[in-house]
């Protein structure tokens, strides 16, 4: 199984938020939200800091696809 972010990015336009804007408000590195772009594997920290910026849940940003 592989992790897919498509949906936090699809939340950041519902949002009318840019990347930057995410890495700003979470806290977050250029280097991790890179990872994420390339749906790389994050820690538990920063998928928290995410979820506790955005307030919704791991569902909401991320889901597991077949590879």
Request: glycine share 2%; proline share 1%.
């Given at each position: 199984?592989k992790?897919?972010?498509?949906?936090?990015?699809?939340?950041?336009i519902?949002?009318?938020?840019?990347?930057k804007?995410?890495q700003?408000?979470a806290?977050?590195?250029?280097?991790?939200?890179?990872?994420?772009?390339?749906?790389?594997?994050?820690?538990m920290?920063?998928?928290?800091?995410?979820?506790?910026?955005?307030?919704?849940?791991?569902g909401?940003?991320?889901?597991?696809?077949?590879?």
């Amino acid at each position: 199984m592989k992790v897919s972010y498509k949906k936090l990015w699809k939340l950041l336009i519902d949002r009318d938020m840019k990347k930057k804007d995410l890495q700003k408000a979470a806290g977050l590195s250029s280097t991790t939200i890179a990872k994420l772009s390339q749906h790389e594997n994050v820690s538990m920290d920063v998928l928290i800091r995410i979820c506790t910026t955005l307030k919704v849940d791991f569902g909401d940003i991320m889901e597991l696809v077949p590879e």
